[in-house]
């Protein structure tokens, strides 16, 4: 069974920093995509960034220069670190996992999701 579990959210005020992990368990594949999504009040989930087992990456335009991706697999954990935060990254942060389809490729839609958490910056 495959968990995911997101963890390091919070409120922060504007110019803040936040560092988000999602700890991963079950999932047997050596080869993965993961990506960390958002939701904010009232809009659609949309993606952040995505990493792959070769370690590629990539970026929703918007994001790539304040936010990074990146796992510890040594750890099984994904992070998030994001800087600069402003008031409309406000929403709920979701982790996803799933397969990996060739390099810098991944199927979609991620079939793991974890639970989400919340971040608020004012």
């Known amino acids: 069974q495959v968990q995911l579990v997101e963890s390091g959210g919070g409120s922060v005020q504007t110019g803040g920093s936040l560092r988000l992990s999602c700890t991963i368990s079950?999932?047997?594949?050596?080869?993965?995509?993961m990506g960390w999504f958002r939701q904010a009040p009232g809009k659609a989930r949309e993606g952040i960034a995505v990493i792959d087992s070769d370690g590629d990456t990539a970026y929703a335009e918007s994001m790539k220069d304040r936010f990074t991706i990146s796992v510890d697999n040594a750890k099984n954990t994904l992070y998030l670190q994001m800087n600069s935060l402003k008031p409309e990254d406000t929403g709920i942060y979701y982790c996803?996992?799933?397969?990996?389809?060739?390099?810098?490729?991944?199927?979609?839609?991620?079939?793991?999701w974890g639970q989400g958490t919340q971040v608020t910056v004012s």
């Open positions: 996803a996992a799933g397969d990996q389809l060739r390099r810098g490729v991944c199927a979609r839609p991620f079939g793991y």
């Open positions: 079950g999932y047997g594949s050596s080869t993965y995509c």
